[in-house]
Nanobody, 116 residues
Framework: QVQLVESGGGLVQPGGSLRLSCAAS????????MGWYRQAPGKQRELVAE???????NYADSVAGRFTISRDNAKRTAYLQMNSLKPEDTAVYYC??????????WGRGTQVTVSS
């Protein structure tokens, strides 16, 4: 049973910071990519940031320079450091893993709300 457990969401004022964590457990086989997506009300789910097993890090244009993705391979945990948060960053953030067999796994999501 594969599980992705997110934590770290919450309410923050514009300009503030949050750090999300995603811990993976279970038999995922070989991870090809691990990262974060988000979905705001009335919008499609979109990629926020991910890193691949080739060492490439991809960021959405809207978060580049403000968000940083990192990982701890030994703990199979990914982190998303979010700085200079804006109201438009408000969304449910989902952890995502794709293995080398192209199978995808999703976490349940964690709410991030940026509001004064």
């Amino acid at each position: 049973q594969v599980q992705l457990v997110e934590s770290g969401g919450g309410l923050v004022q514009p300009g503030g910071s949050l750090r999300l964590s995603c811990a993976a457990s279970g038999s995922i086989f070989s991870i090809r990519a691990m990262g974060w997506y988000r979905q705001a009300p009335g919008k499609q789910r979109e990629l926020v940031a991910e890193f691949t097993n080739s060492g490439i890090r991809n960021y959405a244009d809207s978060v580049a320079g403000r968000f940083t993705i990192s990982r701890d391979n030994a703990k199979r945990t990914a982190y998303l450091q979010m700085n200079s948060l804006k109201p438009e960053d408000t969304a449910v953030y989902y952890c995502h893993v794709e293995n080398t067999l192209r199978r995808e796994y999703w976490g349940r999501g964690t709410q991030v709300t940026v509001s004064s």
